[in-house]
């Protein structure tokens, strides 16, 4: 069981947005910052957005992040066949001690 | 540039132990906290613990306190994930990842990732 929750899978069809979201509690988003990667299947995770809405140096603007209270969302434009992955929330946990990711949710493009 | 080359697949019996490795290049591996995190196959990441190569201070996650031992060494920028005694639920691969900054209270978000290392344990 992740201590932050996500859907396991969302879909749309290419060119549309999607929004994936990341739900969880106060001793880790609601205090500390999230991050969201991207891993394509047989590939390492990247970073794709950190400290909430930030984008890491070469990731287009077409991913975004944000949060509000206990819940952060990450949203994908323009979707094309190559966003097709895996996507991960992650931030510090401040209760635990501990990193605590998301269960992950599957992207599928129409 | 940035980079975590991490070591080789392993394949192990249950009751063996192993040591991984991931040596960090293109900046000051005392200055950076380093992870581990595991993706059994199928599966989502799981984060394993934390050292500081500075001074090697190391903390586990509660779900891996005892069953892994994390450590680095500073003259080859290299930090290991060792095992002394395998299980067939370890198989899996274990990634390093360097975090952006760690603070007195929490610590930032994962900005470069080894290639993972392959743990494959079976009789």
């Known amino acids: 069981q992740s201590v932050l929750t996500q859907p396991p899978s969302v879909s749309a069809a290419a060119g549309q947005k999607v929004t994936i979201s990341c739900s969880g509690g106060s001793s880790n988003i609601g205090k500390n910052y999230v991050s969201w990667y991207q891993q394509v299947p047989g590939t390492t995770p990247k970073l794709l957005i950190y400290?909430?809405?930030k984008r890491p140096s070469g990731i287009p603007d077409r991913f975004s992040g944000s949060k509000s209270g206990t819940s952060a969302t990450l949203g994908i434009s323009g979707l094309q066949t190559g966003d097709e992955a895996d996507y991960y929330c992650?931030?510090?946990?401040?209760?635990?001690?501990?990193?605590?990711f998301g269960g992950g949710t599957k992207l599928t493009v129409l | 540039e940035v980079q975590l080359v991490q070591s080789g697949a392993e394949v192990k019996k249950p009751g063996e132990s192993l040591k991984i490795s991931c040596q960090a290049f293109?900046?000051?591996?005392?200055?950076?906290?380093i992870s581990w995190v595991r993706q059994r196959p199928g599966k989502g990441l799981e984060w394993m613990g934390i050292i500081y190569p500075g001074d090697s201070n190391a903390t586990y996650s509660p779900s891996f306190q005892g069953q892994v031992t994390i450590s680095a060494g500073k003259s080859i920028s290299t930090a290991y994930l060792q095992w002394s005694s395998l299980k067939a639920s370890d198989t899996a691969i274990y990634y390093c990842?360097?975090?952006?900054?760690?603070?007195?209270?929490?610590?930032?978000?994962?900005?470069?990732w080894g290639q993972g290392t392959l743990v494959t344990v079976s009789s």
């Open positions: 990842a360097r975090h952006t900054y760690c603070g007195p209270s929490n610590c930032g978000s994962f900005d470069s």
């Open positions: 992650g931030t510090w946990d401040s209760s635990l001690s501990a990193v605590a």
């Open positions: 293109g900046y000051s591996f005392t200055s950076f906290y």
């Open positions: 400290d909430n809405d």
